[in-house]
């Protein structure tokens, strides 16, 4: 088995969407059955009209879940070659994979011991690498780095406020480097980035900005990570350390 490559227990099924209902419900046509599936991110996802889109659905067997459907991603492009995976706490699960397989040697050396969701204080953080190497991914949606169809239909940009996890989590690896450990952030794109845009500023983008330039400055090192989703497997297709590039545009 390609370790490049994780594989899904079940293959992912191709649906359209009809409609999202909430932040947390997607009505989705499967098989000329609409069903309502779990929508497994609360925010935008770009800024796009989700209605009639292409997806990729899992099926779970627990009769414990209300949904038994999630939606895990979309397609802005005619052809649907480019999924954009949307469940961040699959981000999570891929990384566990592919650092188990080695598959970062240039940004996490000698690989030995992985802990998953460490409590610093108040918070917690996604992972504990040889016993002084702190984690934390995150997977942004706001800004979509793909080329769209001419027919998608794009909706006006709102301001909001989605980056104080962001701002609480950097404060805390900024802490843990003082104290002589290391710290990455890994940005995780569950997509092939065709089209890098400028990320759309939120309220608080200011503190952000703020706190990344500290984090930065005492250690920090940011990751993108390159990710292709199709309905059989995610593969690895990059990382890059873009450290130098976020301190330049901060």
Same mark, same amino acid.
């Given at each position: ?5 994780? #594989? ?5 099924? $191709?649906?359209?969407? &009809? ?21 497994? @991110?609360?925010? !935008?996802?770009?800024? @796009?009209? /989700? ?13 414990? !879940? ?8 979309? %397609? ?17 699960? /891929? ?16 690989? *030995?011991? =992985?802990? !998953? ?5 108040? %918070? ?9 190497? #702190? ?6 949606? @706001?800004?979509?780095? @793909? ?17 104080? !996890? ?5 404060? *805390?690896?900024? *802490? ?12 995780? #794109? ?9 990320? /759309?500023?939120?309220?608080?983008? =200011? ?24 309905? $059989? ?5 990059? #990382? ?5 590039? &976020? =301190?330049?545009?901060?």
């Amino acid at each position: 088995m390609n370790e490049n490559n994780y #594989y899904f227990n079940n293959h992912l099924q $191709e649906a359209k969407i &009809v409609k999202r209902e909430t932040q947390f419900t997607i009505k989705v046509n499967i098989n000329n059955k609409v069903e309502t599936c779990h929508c497994p @991110v609360t925010s !935008r996802i770009g800024n @796009v009209d /989700l209605n009639n889109i292409s997806c990729l659905v899992s099926s779970n067997k627990n009769n414990k !879940r209300k949904l038994l459907n999630t939606i895990e991603a979309v %397609s802005f492009d005619k052809n649907n070659e480019n999924w954009i995976g949307i469940n961040q706490i699959f981000s999570n699960k /891929l990384m566990e994979f592919f650092i188990k397989n080695n598959k970062f040697p240039k940004m996490i050396n000698n690989f *030995k011991t =992985l802990k !998953r969701e460490v409590k610093i204080d108040n %918070s917690k953080l996604d992972f504990l690498i040889n016993n002084n190497l #702190y984690l934390e991914v995150k997977t942004p949606l @706001v800004t979509i780095n @793909v080329k769209y169809d001419k027919n998608i239909k794009i909706v006006p940009f709102s301001k909001f406020t989605s980056y104080d !996890r962001l701002i609480k989590h950097i404060e *805390k690896l900024t *802490k843990l480097l003082e104290n002589g450990n290391q710290a990455i952030l890994a940005i995780v #794109y569950q997509y092939k980035i065709t089209n890098f845009k400028e990320w /759309l500023h939120s309220l608080n983008y =200011l503190e952000v900005k703020k706190v990344m330039k500290i984090a930065i400055n005492k250690g920090l090192k940011i990751w993108n990570i390159n990710i292709k989703i199709t309905k $059989e497997k995610a593969s690895l297709l990059s #990382y890059e350390n873009i450290t130098k590039k &976020v =301190l330049t545009c901060c």
